[in-house]
């Protein structure tokens, strides 16, 4: 048996600080259109999409920062892309900086949507792993502030049943963690959707550039086979407003195997037949969670949040 979605990865390429979201929203929507000619029921757009990405910069004033937060979604802005979705039957993931009004107080999330072919919103997830800081570092070439702009997620990691699938989602730095995909695994997950935005350039210490392209892709791959999940990740790269941030939108199979990758770094359409049963037999066998695996050796790895090497010699 066979449940084929034709999912796409829509990645966009950079994104400048004075472009405004109804631009982003019309590449959006050409990139939407496109997928549906392509046979595509499912598109994921990636982290913080309708703007630059922000915290490469320090801003004191908070204004300032919420002006790339959106305050309702959909908004006046982003309808046009709910509104697509119904009258093409297209689904779709998108990122984007949500500022909240939550029991009497402002939340500041770096969020991502599940929207299913009628338009309906599904799913909602806020990023968990923020990397980065949360003070003014200026001796960096940029910044790296989402620990200051944005809360740490208080949705865990959810899936949905929804289009025919298991769906769960995560954002940039949650696709380097191992936790991400068991929590979303242990779930049923058959496709684990996100966006990501990375600088090419190690910020903090020399890093060889072919590096990041293979942390990027080796983290999705073993997440894939070890939980036996589709992941769909779209990229937002290229120059952007001086910095540069890194392609390599994938279509990543359960088997681990890359079923497609884009070659640019411009707005770029990369699609493919996703069987979600062609991880079943790895959920069955070698990943047969409950068969296999050994909790009661795990305790450390919920216990300790930080690394704590035995002691030396003598000690
Ligand atoms: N960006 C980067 C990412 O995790 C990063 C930050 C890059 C962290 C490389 C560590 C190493 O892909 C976001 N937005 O999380």
Known sequence: MARVVRMAAAQLGPVARDEPRAAVVERMRR?????RADGCRLIVFPELA???FFPRWYMANQAEVDAFFEVEMPGAETRPLFEDAKRLGVGFHLGYAELAREG???????????????????????????PGHSAHEP??????????YFEIGDLGFPVWRTMGGIFGMCICNDRRWPETYRVLGLQGVEAVLLGYNTPTVNAVIQEPAHLRMLHHLVTMQAGAYQNGTWVVAAAKCGMEDGVHMMGGSAIVAPTGEIA????????ELIAHDCDLDLGRYIKETVFNFAQ???TEYYGLIVERVGMVP?????Q
Not at 310 to 314: F, I, N, Q
């Open 31 to 35: 990139l939407m259109r496109d997928a």
């Open 50 to 52: 309708l703007t630059t």
């Open 104 to 130: 009497g107080r402002v939340r500041r999330f770096n969020t991502a949507i599940l929207v299913d072919t009628e338009g309906r919103l599904v799913g909602k997830y806020r990023k968990i792993h923020l």
């Open 139 to 148: 001796q960096r070439p940029f910044q790296h502030l989402e620990k200051r």
């Open 260 to 267: 497609a990758q884009a070659k640019t770094e411009a707005d």
């Open 292 to 294: 296999h695996r050994r």
């Open 310 to 314: 035995p002691p030396k010699d003598g």
